[in-house]
Nanobody
C-alpha cells in the first residue's frame, strides 16, 4: 500500500498539530497502522499504533499523554493528533502499515512505509 503523510511544519513548543496519512487507492479496513518518527542523528522510534483487530491503540511512553492516534477507514486515512508539543518531538514522522493483527511498536512488523513529513518544534 502506498502511504503519503502530510501536515508537518514548524511550530512552537506547547502548540498542537495534526498529521495525516493517506493510503492511496487502498481500503485500510484490514491494515494495522502506526506512526514512527526519526529525530536528527537518532534512530527511528515508535510513536503510536492502531491495530485493525479490536481497534486497539498502543503508544510510546513519551507520547501517550499528549498524542492521539485515530483512523478513518472510509477515507483511508490515519491521523496523529499531537498536543503540548515539545522540542524533543522534532523529527520526520512516518506512517506505516501492515496486515498483521497486532504489530505493536516493532518497525520490522510493518511492510509499507511513507516518505515522511517533517515536524519541527521550536522553543
Amino acid at each position: 500500500v502506498d502511504l503519503v503523510e502530510s501536515g508537518g511544519r514548524l511550530v512552537q513548543a506547547g502548540d498542537s498539530l495534526r498529521l495525516s496519512c493517506l493510503a492511496q487507492g487502498r481500503n485500510i479496513d484490514y491494515y494495522s497502522m502506526a506512526w514512527f518518527r526519526q529525530a536528527p542523528g537518532k534512530e527511528r522510534e515508535f510513536v503510536a499504533a492502531y491495530s485493525w483487530i479490536g481497534r486497539n491503540t498502543t503508544y510510546a511512553e513519551s507520547t501517550k499523554d499528549r498524542f492521539t492516534i485515530s483512523r478513518d477507514n472510509a477515507r483511508s486515512r490515519l491521523y496523529l493528533q499531537m498536543d503540548k508539543l515539545e522540542t524533543d518531538d522534532t523529527g520526520v514522522y512516518y506512517c506505516a502499515a501492515t496486515t498483521r493483527h497486532y504489530p505493536g511498536p516493532f518497525s520490522f512488523h510493518y511492510s509499507s512505509w511513507g516518505q515522511g513529513t517533517r515536524v519541527t518544534v521550536s522553543s
